[in-house]
């Protein structure tokens, strides 16, 4: 309550009240409508309701008109009324409708404000692209006055000639998908050259609507001052790849080679759009050198950041017999009829026994172990000569050459029963993912790990857990495939809800069998790591062998080229990429990705015999699916050279060609161009001579 209008102004601003009543029903000189009036001189109280209390109006008499209380700045009228609960209902309507009102207004103008006091250009726009305001910040930037482009399509504030070319589209997407878009654009400016800005448009959406009501586009000119888009400050570096299609500069022959007649019928780009985008980023770059190379590397570290680098299949190919092959290896037949999840294949029967030494090696194995760093290194006689143990005694030697024994401080019996107790693990009876197999992919893993490139940028652990997960990357594998096994509705699929299902079990059986052991059996690797230590090596292992699941084949192959890839590379200085844990770990998951499907990349001799593995493996699967009545994961595999063909055109070729160029392996480019070239040379006219055989 107050009396005068300074004690009633003392009190609003120290309380703040959202209604002030006057009353105005026996006038004191003017009382009521200086006080309204002092209220609405400030700017701070234009939020307040005022509402005016008036005499009642005697039946006999007719209403007068409220527009003089309007023009004092009262917002409301109320009548005298006795009735307590009409004066309460009142002031309850009161606060719920005018006053909630008022106080968005006046947020409303507070943004405003905000708006027009930022250095940062703003103009918003409806859905359909028409301007309806803009700040000072743009005016200035633009050159445009307001009433030049309120009322307009911001449409035209982008220069189509310098900015990348695609963007307005991508823009225009973004904007239909209800989606926001940011990057960086050249903008037109009345009367002057168009000026590079990095441009952010968000969508807003009004309350519960699917749509997005208007877009909120913020410009800021970019910085030329900005020179360098990669810091050299200390710490390990990754080789940037010097061309984004993949360019061997140490061989004369390109694996783009291969797009003859039957390569062309099965390959084609496999650049998800993201790459598109961060091609024209590049682009734009390299050919304005006025840019800030930092911004567009934020723009790109953005994008890479998202789940935006899937292919789909039919981006590859049209070919219905090459979609089928595709299908079989991505789960893309997931069909599951009502089966019973019975068992694939019975365990093994019996552990292998456990070796107590290796000093005394056959004089033969040794000798093979010895060219176990050759790219040409023949895993099949090491099997013959070790009795179908192969990764015991190839892993034993690789291990101790990377440090195992120092860096996990464990004996060499340890490390012995360990390895002894993984490859029981692994199916002899499967012809293709066996313990020969995880050797092979260990074997490659190694040639990898001592490139000058991965020792630059990756430690010991890294290598370390590299190796062990490409030990344990198909342990207990049962010789199916996912797609069989969901189609079934396996026990493994069930429990692993039919995604990476063979992958999860993989991590999840060779940690189990590891670290549950007894400890009397002295099997446990990671006893003596402290736990975070372990923690992480157990991260990077999982994470490795999860990636080998190829439902991600193209999703890791496009985020490896959006991170290492210089589309415009030809003559380019190398550059370097700081090695982020994001990027190591990317780094390593590429490693045993290629290192699993390298045997396409081995001298023809080792690639048949691998070739003639998983065709019977896969012909396994096929005639149970065929006696179970079951969709049939692969297409007829009688066509061997073709399935070979087709393999590496739609999945080798571009991953190897991309992973062996950043580790400047040229002559394994040109391995898989000479080994495509045998599968490839066979025909109608040129039959293939081989009898399918394991060996």
């Given amino acids: 309550m107050a009396n005068t209008v300074d004690a009633a102004m003392d009190q609003l601003e120290k309380k703040r009240h959202h209604i002030v009543v006057v009353d105005m029903r026996v006038p004191v000189a003017g009382l009521g409508e200086q006080m309204v009036r002092r209220l609405r001189s400030k700017p701070a109280f234009n939020s307040v309701i005022a509402l005016a209390v008036c005499p009642a109006i005697l039946r006999w008499c007719e209403e ?21 609960g009409a004066c309460l209902n009142e002031i309850v309507m009161i606060d719920s409708g005018e006053v909630q009102t008022a106080l968005k207004l006046s947020v409303a103008n507070t943004l405003f404000q905000l708006l027009r006091d930022s250095k940062e250009s703003i103009d918003i726009t409806d859905a359909d692209g028409i301007c309806s305001y803009v700040n000072p910040a743009f005016e200035k930037l633009t050159g445009f006055k307001s009433s030049d482009i309120v009322g307009s399509s911001t449409d035209v504030l982008i220069n189509e000639e310098r900015t990348a070319q695609g963007i307005h589209d991508v823009i225009s997407r973004s904007k239909v998908d209800g989606k926001g878009w940011d990057g960086l654009v050249f903008n037109n400016r009345q009367g002057q050259e168009p000026v590079s800005v990095e441009m952010k448009i968000l969508p807003i959406f009004d309350g519960e609507m699917s749509r997005p009501s208007h877009f909120v586009t913020c410009r800021q000119e970019s910085n030329p001052a900005c020179k360098n888009c990669y810091s050299k400050s200390g710490g390990n570096s990754m080789r940037r790849m010097s061309n984004g299609r993949v360019r061997t500069e140490s061989s004369n022959t390109s694996i783009n080679s291969l797009s003859n007649t039957q390569s062309r019928r099965y390959s084609k780009q496999v650049d998800a759009p993201i790459i598109k985008i961060l091609g024209m980023l590049r682009n734009l770059q390299d050919t304005s050198p006025q840019l800030p190379p930092n911004l567009i590397e934020n723009m790109m570290g953005m994008l890479r950041s998202s789940e935006l680098y899937t292919t789909g299949s039919t981006s590859l190919t049209e070919d219905p017999e090459a979609l089928g092959f595709m ?148 342990i207990d594998h049962p010789g199916r495939t996912n797609t069989f096994l969901c189609n079934t ?207």
């Fill in 64 to 84: 007068p008109t409220v527009r003089p209380y309007l023009d004092m700045g009262f917002n409301r009228r109320y009548l005298e009324n006795h009735d307590r």
């Fill in 489 to 695: 509705q396996h026990d493994l699929a069930v429990l692993y809800n039919d995604s990476a299902v063979l992958e999860s079990h993989h991590a999840a059986h060779a940690f189990k069998i590891t670290t549950q052991a007894p400890e009397q059996q002295n099997i446990n690797i990671f006893k003596n790591l402290d736990g975070d230590t372990f923690k992480s090596v157990r991260k990077s292992i999982i994470s490795m062998i999860l990636a080998t699941d190829m439902t991600q084949h193209f999703e890791y192959y496009n985020r490896f080229i959006a991170v290492n890839a210089n589309v415009d590379g030809e003559g380019a200085e190398q550059q370097e990429i700081p090695a982020s844990q994001e990027n190591k770990t990317l780094i390593l998951k590429m490693a045993i990705k290629c290192a699993d499907i390298s045997n396409t990349s081995r001298v023809p001799t080792l690639s048949r015999t691998w070739a003639h593995r998983i065709i019977l493996e896969y012909r396994d699967q096929i005639a149970e699916e065929k006696k179970r009545q079951l969709p049939q994961s692969f297409p007829s595999l009688d066509n061997i050279p073709k399935s070979q063909v087709m393999f590496i055109n739609l999945f080798a070729r571009d991953l190897l060609s991309a992973y062996f160029d950043f580790l400047e392996f040229g002559h394994l480019t040109d391995q898989l161009t000479d080994t495509f070239t045998h599968w490839d040379a066979y025909n109608d006219s040129n039959p293939y001579p081989f009898e399918l055989s394991p060996s």
């Fill in 327 to 474: 299908d079989g290896l991505m789960e893309g037949r997931n069909t599951r009829p009502s089966l019973t999840g019975d068992t694939i294949l019975s365990h093994r029967e019996s552990m292998v026994a456990f070796s107590s030494s290796m000093t005394s090696l056959p004089v033969l194995i040794q000798d093979n172990l010895t060219k176990r760093k050759e790219w040409d290194y023949d895993i099949f006689e090491l099997e013959k000569l070790s009795s179908s143990r192969p990764l015991y005694y190839l892993g034993f030697d690789i291990l101790v050459e990377f440090g195992m024994l120092n860096i996990f401080k464990i004996e060499e019996q340890t490390l012995k029963n360990w390895l002894a107790l993984v490859e029981s693990h692994y199916h002899s009876s499967n012809s293709y993912h066996n313990s020969t197999h995880a050797a092979d992919v260990l074997q490659a893993a190694a040639y990898f790990c001592r490139s000058e490139c991965m020792e630059t940028c990756l430690d010991p652990m890294d290598f370390l857990s590299l190796l062990i997960a490409s030990i344990c990357h198909d």
